[in-house]
């Protein structure tokens, strides 16, 4: 089942993030980078809402709120290749990313929960996700229209994607 390799390679990329945050302490947090980027715990923060509404997605499929659309490829692609491309992103605005766009300042204790929250949620939707209907589908922004499955999918990918903008802020 393709879900439950997406939970294995999520469960995995999680522990990367935890150990990545496990020596850092609330100074680390805030600090801001040399290019003026977001600080660490600006980037946990965007994490997590972004993660927030791709879980949303992911139950509008399920629940049956989404639209019939049939085989896209660029939607396929993604999913395929499994990954973000490697390279900065800038999102159109869109009403429901607004606070994923201007995150908060995390501390360590609060990104650490939030973490703990998001895997907890995204573990509950495995089955479910897998189960939904194919063609139903939600619009992604910049991609297309992900189903259940590919949503479910792409917030592992959003996660990993992350990691490198961690790894440059060490």
């Not at 639209?67 to 159109?92: D, H, T």
């Not at 990313?97 to 204790?109: D, I």
């Not at 703990?116 to 939707?125: D, N, P, Q, S, W």
């Amino acid at each position: 089942m393709q879900t439950e390799r997406t939970l294995s390679r999520f469960e995995r990329t999680m522990q990367l993030w935890l150990s990545r945050l496990e020596p850092r302490n609330d100074e680390d947090m805030a600090r801001p980078p040399a290019d003026g980027g977001w600080c660490i715990g600006q980037v946990c923060d965007h994490v997590l809402v972004a993660g927030a509404v791709i879980l949303d997605q992911v139950q509008l499929c399920i629940d049956g709120e989404a639209e019939e659309v049939g085989f896209r490829w660029k939607p396929a692609l993604i999913c395929a290749y499994g990954s973000i491309p490697p390279m900065r992103i800038r999102v159109p605005r869109v009403p429901a990313l607004e606070a994923a766009a201007r995150p908060a300042t995390l501390t360590k204790s609060e990104a650490l929960a939030g973490f703990g929250a998001f895997a907890a949620r995204t573990r509950a939707l495995v089955e479910p996700a897998a189960a939904a209907p194919r063609n139903l589908k939600r619009p992604h922004p910049i991609v297309g229209h992900f189903n259940a499955a590919q949503w479910f999918r792409f917030n592992e990918m959003h996660l990993r994607h992350h990691l490198r903008q961690l790894a440059r802020l060490r």
